[in-house]
Structure formats: C-alpha cells, structure tokens
C-alpha cells in the first residue's frame, strides 16, 4: 500500500489521561510512570512537561549523585521511536548530573532495540575544546603554509614555462578550441566592463589632476601627465585587475570543480596532461587579450580625459599635441610589455588555484576567492619590479 493511500486512515488518537506522570517521592528519589499508547502524539507537551520537574529537582539538591530516578514501564501498551527517544532524553538528564537512573517493567519485545543504544553516553558525545594556538605556533603554520604555496608556485611555474615552449614546438597540437572560448570569455566578453571603468578613471584623475595644476596655472599640462599615467601604468594596471576578478575567478572556478569532479584525475589516467590540455590554452589567451584590452583602455581612458579637459577650456587639438609631446612608442610599449605579463600573472595563478582545488563545493569558491587575492598580490608585485627596471633603465 502506497504512502497516500494510508495517509487518510492515520489519525491522531484521543488521549484523557497523559501517558507518563511525575512523582516526587522525596528530595533523592522520584518517579515517572508510564501507561498506554506512547507515541509522538501523546507525548506532546507531557515530555517539555516532565522535562523542566526533572530538571528543578536535580537542581535542588546540594548533591545531585544521589538523586535516584526510577522509570515505571509496566503498563506500557506500545512505544515507538519517540518513546525511546524520550527514555533516552531523561536517562541522558540523569547521567549527566551523575544521578542514578533504572527502567522497571519494560516489556521484553522492547529490550533489544532499547540495548542498541547503549552506552547511552555514545549518543551524546562530549564536546572536544581545541586547544588555542600559541603565537609561536600560529606563526610557524602561516609561514609553513606560505613556504608551501611558494614551492608549489615555483614548480607549477617550471611545468608552464616547459609546456608553453612545448606549444611553441607543437603548434599544432594546442587546444586551439580552448584557446578561442577562453580568449572570447576573457577578452571579448569583457570588453563593456573595461570600458566602462577606464572611461571612469579617465574622467576621475583628469579633474582630480586640474584641481592641483588650477593652483599653479599648469591646466593645460594635465592632459599630457593624464595621458602619460594612463598609458605607462593605469591603462595596464587597471585591465589587470579587471582580468584578475573576471578571468582569474572563472578559470579556478572552471578547473576547481574539474578537479572536484576528478575529471583532472580522469586525464592523467588517460595519459593527457592537464597542463597542455587545460593551462597552456588559457595562458596563451591571457597573453593575447590583455595587451589588446590594455590598448583598448588607453584610447577610452585618453578619450575620457580629453573630453573631462573642455570643462577647462582646454580645446583637442591643445590635449592631442600636448600628448604627442609627452608620450612616444616606447612609453607604449612600456605599458604594453607589462600588460602581458600581468596576462600570463592572471590567467596562470587561476588554473593554479583550480589545480590545487579540495574535495567539496565549497572549495571551488575558496579556490576562485584566493586566485583572484594572489592574482592582485602578483600583479602588483610584478608591477613593482617593472617599475624598479624602467627607473634604472629609462625605458
């Protein structure tokens, strides 16, 4: 018989007299009766009931060991699983006020699944405080766990390098499919976005910038420093920020739950290596996006900026001439140079946080979380160092 063809008949029974009773025999001992049908029904509100007695009167002793609980089970007619439950509920009380507990009466059809819970103790395991970190200790997992991710970045940097010179042998065994779908995610897709916040920082550092130079009478020198700025350093700074919490996130997040999913695993047992077959088609479509991004926020942020000037009657052909003065190939290519690199940053530490994905849903998001954290640390690590370069070198 199906569940919906007995639900109609199942009614809930009609009780005058409450199935378990409360006697207080003296300060130490007490008693609970139990009579008739004990089930989820008529165990509704007498349990709350016989709870809260039991609890006052273990609290109002100065001993509580002493305290002796008796269960009267005798005229017990039938007990189902909320009726052991509720036996398990007071003898747990008893136990855990170190009192004394007994069962009187239980029908013998009752003892063994009633013995199944035993020791009741099991059932209520005792809470285990971990014990807090020392500093010293604290200090010496952080710095391990960071030793770590520095091995694993250097290794994982030594296998690309490797496959990418690989690819550059074996062209024609590059996923190119891969290549084109991440290239068109990263590149294409997020072409709006890119826009939208160079035009806003165009717009932001032109008048932050002629607030300052107004003082001196220099307004007509923001277009050029404006125009400089964005292409040597915010042009490829801000793109790469941009790729690190679009393009970054979603190739962890693409490769975690492959990872998850040991469709990873699936490949090294075929013989693939996911390096070639997942990283190296992804880095090469950061490498070719992000220079072309960079130059598309440079003409955007520039155009911004030239047009944020007219509020300070500064013409185009003044803004366009004075750039010309000011920026030249080479502080093109400067920017240029260094938005592949925060390419290859981007989009590899995403296939690395996907690759180092745990068991579990959530840790695809911890995985896209800490690539794009690393891929913002790197970049602006990279871009230090470019910085330090071009002060020594000129470029």
Known sequence: MSISDASPSVTRPIN????????????????????GHVNVYTLEGVWTQIRQ?????LAAGVSSQNHSLTLDASQVTSLDGSGFAFLIDLEQAQLKAGAHFAIDGLDTRYQPLLREFEPIANLFPVPVIKP??????STGMATDNFLKDGAGLITFTGHLASDLFWSIRNIRQVRWSDFVNAAVEAGINALPIVG???????????????IGMKQFG??????????????????????????????????????????????VDA???????????????????????????????????????????????IPFSNFYNGMLNAVD???????????????????????????????????????????????????????????????????
């Open 329 to 395: 190939l080479e502080d093109i290519g400067s920017g240029l140079i260094k938005a592949t690199l925060f390419g290859i940053v981007v989009s590899a530490v995403g296939c690395l946080r996907g690759m180092q994905t745990g068991d579990g849903a959530a840790a695809v998001g911890i995985s896209a979380t800490r690539a794009v954290v690393s891929s913002i640390v790197l970049i602006v690590l990279v871009d230090g160092i470019f910085a330090y370069i071009s002060y020594k070198t000129g470029f």
């Open 218 to 263: 220099a307004v007509s020198f923001v277009g050029p420093l404006a125009a400089l700025g964005i292409v040597r350093e915010m042009g490829p700074l801000i793109t790469a920020i941009l790729l690190a919490g679009r393009s970054s996130a979603a190739f962890a997040a693409e490769i975690g739950t492959m990872t998850v999913n040991s469709e």
């Open 267 to 313: 490949l090294i047992t075929g013989g693939l290596s996911p390096m070639r077959f997942l990283v190296v088609p992804r880095v090469l479509a950061g490498v070719l996006v992000a220079p072309i991004l960079t130059l598309y926020a440079d003409i955007v942020s520039i155009g911004a900026s030239m047009v944020t000037m007219l509020a300070y009657g």
């Open 196 to 210: 939208l916040v160079a035009f806003l920082i165009g717009v932001i550092l032109s008048f932050q910038a002629a």
């Open 132 to 137: 807090k970190r020392s500093f010293v200790v």
């Open 16 to 35: 005058l007299a409450p199935v378990a009773s409360w006697t207080q025999v003296n300060n130490m001992t007490a008693k609970v009766v139990m009579s």
């Open 53 to 57: 007695e039991q609890d006052a009167w």
